[in-house]
Each structure stands twice: as C-alpha cells, then as structure tokens.
C-alpha cells in the first residue's frame, strides 16, 4: 500500500487547541506530523545553495501549515518570513503561502489591495508624521465623528484606539512610529457586532456573527459568536477577496453599517477557529486539511512513496 513518508510541520511556538486539532486531522488522513518552532531553524547558504534546517526534520517537510508566526523585532520576523519563502523557493508547500501572509499581516496593504480592487473597505489613512495624523484626526472626526486606530501589524483587538476631537491622537507603542487611521464604520442601533467568514479554497464555507459588549468584537475580547447563514452578498465580498489578496484559506473579518452595507475590516492569513467550530456542523480542521493536502499534491506529484 502507498505510504506517505514525509512528515508535515505545523509551525506554532503554542500548538494548543488548534495545533492538536490539525496534528489530528492530519493523522487521520495518514499523515505525521510534528510542531516546529520559527525560532529554531538555520538558513545555511553555500556557493549557490540555499539549505534550510529544521530542528526534528532530518529531510524537508512534506508541507508547512504556518499557525504562528512569533512576534519579535522586524529583524527576526522578516527572518522568519525569509524561512518560509525558502523553504517556498525548495518546493515545499506552505499553507498559507508566505506572499499571502505577508500582505495579510500588513494592514496597510491589505487595504490598498481591497480598495484597489473595487472592494468596500472603510477608508483609511496611513502617515509617519504626528503633524499628519492629527491634521487627518481633526479634519475626519468633525461632527462627532470617531476614528479608529491600529497597530499595523495587531491581532485579537490588541492596541485598537477610538479616538475623536476630545481624547486627539492616542500614543500606543504597538503604534511603532506609523499611525494607521480609518473611518469608525458606524453599525445598526449602534450595535457592536461584526461578521466573520471562513473562506477555504476560494469558497465561504461558514460564517458567525460576533457580539460585544464594546466596539471591539473579537472572540479574544470576549465576544460571543452565534451562527449566520451566509448569504451571496457576503459570500461573494469574502471569496472576492481572498482572490484579491490570493490566499489558500482566510478569516474575513466585515462590518455591516447602519445602512445594510458590508465593509471588509480585514483578512486573516492565520485565523482561529475555535470561536467559528462551536457553531458550525463540520469539522474546520478536517476541511483546512483536505485543502492543504490539495495543495501538496498540486505542487508535488512525487509525495507517494511505496513502503
Ligand atoms: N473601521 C472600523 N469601524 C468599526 N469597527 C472596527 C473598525 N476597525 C476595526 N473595528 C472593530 O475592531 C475589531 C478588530 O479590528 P481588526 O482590524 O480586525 O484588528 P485585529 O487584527 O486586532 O482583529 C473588528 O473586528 C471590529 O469589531
Ligand atoms: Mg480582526
């Protein structure tokens, strides 16, 4: 009987849920696989060779599933960003694939990608300068309007401001000398929800309404999540971008405005799931993993080895 012999990494420094749910997911389709840390691996370059070595894989890794890419100085993260374009570069499949991770994780051009793409993403300014940001700040918040501002490389609600004419610009250190301003997306009855959907393969596959008690609806804040039929507005803004920003698999995070209109906040290259899996009838992990695999196979005609 055909074997698969290579192991897939799962690169996480916190396997946790989620890390045990792929490891499962993956054995059940007779596949090994172990955790590997970012922080532990080694570019070797000789002549005109580029090596990479992984701590716990003697040979490369039938395929990368990316959970987490640890923070750290740009250095280091743009290092391990370099690791998975190489190991890219080596053939190996990587799930999602650094080019979509790096313009996920980066705010800025997420928006420039959706907006450039006709897509209804609020509208957003970026500047280095103080005297810029407050310039947009007082200009942008008359009547009482609110402005948002982010990190421009957060996750889970981490370091958002809400600012307006009476608190001026706020100073977050996860700010990192760039201010990211965008229009606060005013909801129904001054609601805070948002909508997330699961994009696998091109297609929305789920979807969950998450409500707070505040107007950061995160899971990681303590939203709760409740399930949502998708409907073909929402399907087609999340598939739409997903193409736009070409990615295997995402989380599209959308806000629904007072008027009934859709506006994508963000894309996720490396969403949770734990949230969306209470309310959905299939298995998230299995469903990830049969598009993974899909993807080793497209990329590698040679996986199967007899045994
Ligand atoms: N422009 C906005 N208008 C209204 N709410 C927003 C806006 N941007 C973000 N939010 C709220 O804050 C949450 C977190 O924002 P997001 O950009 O997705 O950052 P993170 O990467 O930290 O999840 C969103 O899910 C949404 O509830
Ligand atoms: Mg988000």
């Not at 805070?192 to 995160?218: E, P």
């Amino acid at each position: 009987m055909d074997k698969i012999c290579r192991k897939v990494a799962i690169v996480t420094d916190n396997p946790g849920w989620h890390g045990k749910q792929l490891k499962k997911s993956l054995k059940d389709h007779g596949i090994n696989s172990d955790y590997l840390s970012l922080t532990n691996c080694l570019i070797k370059i000789t002549g005109d060779i580029c090596d990479i070595k992984l701590p716990g894989f003697e040979e490369l890794p039938l395929g990368v599933f990316v959970r987490g890419v640890p923070g750290g100085t740009l250095e280091q993260v743009i290092f391990r960003l370099d690791l998975l374009h190489g190991l890219h570069d080596l053939g190996v499949t990587i799930f999602n694939s650094p080019k979509s991770i790096e313009r996920t994780v980066d705010k800025p051009l997420t928006s420039i990608l959706l907006s450039r793409a006709g897509l209804p993403t609020p509208r957003t300014w970026i500047c280095e300068t103080t005297c810029q940001a407050n310039e947009i700040l007082e200009r942008e918040s008359k009547n009482n309007k609110k402005i948002v501002l982010k990190p421009l490389f957060g996750s889970q609600g981490i370091g958002m401001h809400l600012i307006d004419q009476k608190t001026g610009l706020v100073h977050d250190e996860k700010f990192a000398g760039i201010y990211y301003l965008q229009e606060f997306i005013e909801r129904k009855n001054n609601g805070f929800r948002d909508i997330r959907v699961l994009v696998i393969d091109g297609v929305a596959k789920a979807a969950m309404t998450r409500c707070a008690q505040n107007w950061l609806t995160n899971r990681a804040q303590g939203a709760n999540c409740e399930p949502l039929e998708l409907n073909q507005d929402l399907s087609q803004l999340s598939e739409t971008a997903c193409r736009v920003l070409e990615i295997d698999y995402a989380g599209v995070d959308l806000v629904e405005d007072k008027y009934g209109a859709f506006h994508i906040i963000e894309v996720n290259s490396i969403p949770a799931w734990y949230g969306l899996q209470k309310v959905v009838d299939f298995n998230i992990a299995d469903c990830l993993i049969e598009s993974f695999i899909k993807s080793i196979a497209k990329n590698n005609s040679l996986l199967l080895c007899s045994n």
